[in-house]
């Protein structure tokens, strides 16, 4: 059961697509669950998810051409509890290596479609304690992302800017006691990680709607569920261990 919910988020990462510093940090504490995963070219077990997923035959999205255009050091990705009528509520940070220059067209792509520009959409600006935000403006359609800033070596991409606001205000899930205790009880490098808040039934409200969409019961007992995490690594398209703690 716990793998079924582990791949849902890890499924939405690639789909689309710590401790202390890197994207954790702007990752906020009202987050059910998140994803990271670090040393993207350096790990042979995640370096090959990385390949894999970029040559596979699929055109899915215009993430994975953004992403090849400067490469991948670290990514987190975190899901809310539903919002606003969004079929998902969440919040994408990845880290660039350094160097060379960002593929704007299709990073605006990312948020903003043919289709949506078709219905009326546009892309505005706005400042924000500094850093700015392009968003999209008068869109009828819901869209997963549809708000970014650069921060430094960070891409921020959120379903709203009210969360990229809180992605950039803090405070981040890092500080949160669970998270900090889901870290120090597990044992491996952590290049992989996952965790899920359920206090006030967070995560448990991220998953009732998958649920009953897929007819599926994802993790039985969720409302007995405080927290939890888990560290693993894939060795290849054969081989992961990993470790589980509650």
Known sequence: ?????????????????????????FIP????????????QGDSGLSWIYNSWMSS????????????????????????????GFPVYMI????????GELNMALLNKIILSEQMKKEGAELKKMDHKGVSITYV?????????????????YIILATETDLLKKSLDGPSISENVNYKNSLSTLSGSKESFFFAENNG??????????????????LL?????????????????????????F
């Not at 504490?29 to 993207?40: F, G, R």
């Not at 007992?221 to 703690?245: C, P």
Request: aromatic share 6%; proline share 5%.
């Open 57 to 84: 035959p699929r055109e899915d999205s215009v993430m994975r051409p953004f992403i090849k255009s400067f490469g991948l050091k670290e990514i987190s990705v975190a899901v809310l509890p539903p919002q606003g």
């Open 137 to 153: 403006h008068n869109s009828p359609i819901k869209n997963e992302l549809s708000a970014y800033c650069i921060n430094n070596n």
């Open 1 to 25: 059961i716990f793998i079924l919910s582990l791949v849902l988020c890890i499924v939405i990462t690639t789909s689309l697509v710590a401790e202390g510093g890197g994207t954790i940090t």
């Open 92 to 99: 994408l940070v990845i880290e660039m290596p350094g160097g």
């Open 201 to 218: 039934n967070r995560f448990g409200k991220f998953l009732t709607p998958m649920e009953k969409k897929w007819k599926l019961s994802l």
């Open 29 to 40: 504490d009202t987050s059910a669950s998140v994803v990271t995963l670090k040393n993207m």
């Open 221 to 245: 007992s969720v409302e007995d569920l405080v927290w939890m995490g888990s560290s693993f690594d894939v060795v290849d398209a054969n081989k992961a261990s990993g470790e589980l703690v």
